[in-house]
């Protein structure tokens, strides 16, 4: 049996319900006398999204009665009181993870009395605070957030026209946070689910087609769509194996799966397609997807990631560290830190990882070259600090908080990680600019912080630098550990099977999630009879509640695929 398609950049679920398009068949379902309340996140097109929908209703010889909610947020500076912390306030980069309330964004809100004849249409972020008849949420996935806010023209939650330029750090620590906590909670009320991604013909579900959607994806394999960033080191992998992004200046970044802005594509083949963030999935059936012990131990946070880091033909990444465990809850608001783990999907014997500390390291010196690098500009050997080690095909290295690590130039790492994905504090960046000609942020007194002083030297090689250990075999295949440390929540295993060989899986209560890293790809098929065939270099995921499941090796030789899972 082969697999006869490569990777498929817009993986898409069918759905039995039709998704429709455009304004006008949406407001079908509106009469005369409602109140319609239209929410969703600030870098929605609300111009256009208010206009489409009095547009369609007066087709319909209804009159409309739009209110703009962002007229009624709280002064800028009572905003900015509310969001502030005393841990972080001079912080340029970073921020704890803001428990506010998307109610405290507003002085208050409107009394809106319905329209006699027709249609009051309360629009903006926060609309479902309104008294009203129908609700119905506009969505826009969150790529196009940053990319608004990283090219200067985006706004952040609340902040009035002429005050500046929106930032980075507010969007992910402060706008984010609050917008998906409300978002969750009323997910079980929306009417009718709106992407903008099209603003002038957006394509939409009804609410109970969504929530059915969503829960028949609870059931089965499913794969996110996938994103590719542009950055200062990136490489071309990406573009020239998996055709992805061809005209972008690189594809640095590869969301596979990173849970906070992962959106599943649902929708018919050919027609139009709506996409719903995974945390919407997440929040609404937690013990089908994560299993009863992972929701008990992490909520409906969804607590691993898959994403790509290429190099090819770039840089090197910066070498940096994460948090440590107690820092990454009391500093910046995390509930569990940023563990991860380099499988080398590219590399070889020439191409090197950084990572750990030398035994005999001088840390103040360390220090001081860092610092200076940071403030003056000099460049530093950072290898007279930190270990670099051969970035062999298919070796895994463990990254837990507080160890120094990055990847070399030429290689394609997946990285298999803790869902936090936010905190990289950086030692050294090899003093390079971002696209503006600023100074990429270097972050060397959170990053000693947080440095591991203890594991160094061999203790490196011995603990994170592990070879695989067998699990159990088969008739043409072999299923090994390749990583497990006791201070990670997570273990990753790997899988060989030959030619057209057949593996028996369960997933005993905790969601798996597979990635093919060699061969042409894999059928899984669930005990349900769900079926999945999964292309090379592709991720996708199991949710808990599927049970047994077999993977069948496709293609004409052998494949490997990795598989990762809470322990």
């Not at 001081?368 to 950072?382: C, K, Y």
């Not at 051969?390 to 837990?400: D, G, K, R, S, T």
Request: glycine share 10%; hydrophobic share 40%; aromatic share 10%.
């Amino acid at each position: 049996m082969s697999l006869v398609r490569g990777y498929e950049a817009e993986p898409c679920h069918s759905v039995t319900a039709e998704v429709g398009a455009g304004y006008r068949e949406a407001v079908a379902g509106l009469t005369p006398g409602l109140v319609l309340a239209v929410d969703g996140p600030v870098a929605v097109d609300w111009e256009a999204v208010a206009a489409g929908v009095c547009d369609a209703l007066a087709a319909r010889e209804i009159a409309a009665k739009p209110l703009d909610l962002r007229e009624h947020y709280a002064d800028w500076q009572d905003i900015l009181a509310l969001t502030a912390s005393a841990v972080l306030e001079d912080d340029p980069d970073f921020a704890p993870l803001s428990q506010a309330g998307l109610a405290d964004f507003f002085a208050g809100t409107p009394e809106v009395q319905p329209v006699p004849g027709g249609v009051t249409v309360v629009f903006g972020p926060g609309a479902a605070l309104v008294a009203h008849d129908r609700l119905w949420y506009a969505d826009l996935p969150k790529r196009y957030a940053e990319a608004a806010i990283t090219g200067g023209t985006g706004s952040n939650l609340g902040q009035p026209a002429g005050s500046g330029a929106g930032t980075t750090r507010r969007l992910f620590y402060i706008d984010w946070p609050v917008l998906d906590r409300h978002r969750d909670t009323i997910l079980t009320d929306i009417d009718l689910w709106l992407d903008t991604q099209d603003p002038a013909t957006p394509a939409w579900l009804s609410g109970p087609a969504l929530r059915g959607a969503l829960a028949d994806l609870a059931t089965q394999p499913f794969r996110t769509r996938p994103t590719f960033n542009t950055t200062s080191w990136g490489g071309h992998w990406a573009q020239e194996e998996l055709g992805f992004n061809r005209e972008a200046a690189n594809t640095a970044l590869g969301y596979e799966l990173i849970a906070p802005e992962s959106g599943i594509l649902v929708g018919g083949r050919e027609g139009p397609r709506v996409e719903v963030p995974l945390q919407a999935l997440v929040a609404l059936h937690p013990e089908q997807v994560l299993g009863v012990p992972v929701h008990a131990a992490f909520g409906t946070s969804f607590p691993i990631r898959f994403d790509y880091l290429d190099t090819v033909g770039g840089g090197n990444l910066s070498v940096h560290c994460h948090p440590q465990p107690d820092y990454m809850q009391r500093v910046f608001g995390w509930p569990y830190t940023q563990h991860e783990t380099y499988y080398m999907m590219l590399g070889g014997p020439d191409r090197k990882v950084f990572l750990g500390l030398h035994e005999d390291a001088d840390l103040e010196a360390f220090r001081r070259e860092a610092d200076h690098a940071f403030h003056d500009g000099e460049p530093f050997d950072i290898e007279r600090y930190v270990q670099t080690f051969p970035a062999e095909q298919h070796q895994l290295f463990l990254i837990p908080g507080g160890t120094p690590h990055g990847s070399g130039e030429g290689n394609v790492v997946l990285e298999i990680s803790a869902t936090p994905y936010l905190y990289s504090l950086r030692f050294y960046d090899w003093l390079r600019k971002d696209g503006a000609g600023r100074p990429r942020p270097v972050h060397v007194g959170h990053a000693f912080e947080n440095l591991n002083r203890a594991r160094v030297g061999e203790a490196v090689s011995r603990d994170l630098v592990q070879q695989p250990q067998e699990l159990r075999a088969g008739e043409g295949w072999r299923e090994d550990v390749i990583g497990r440390l006791r201070e990670m929540f997570f273990e990753v295993r790997r899988f060989e099977l030959a030619n057209d060989a057949t593996v028996e899986d369960s997933t005993d209560g905790r969601f798996h999630i597979v990635n093919v890293v060699e061969g042409a790809g894999v059928l899984v098929e669930t005990s349900a009879g769900h079926r999945y065939e999964l292309a090379y270099a592709e991720t996708l995921t199991v949710p808990a509640c599927v049970g047994d499941y077999r993977v069948r090796a496709l293609g004409t030789g052998p494949v490997r695929y990795v598989k990762a899972l809470v322990r």
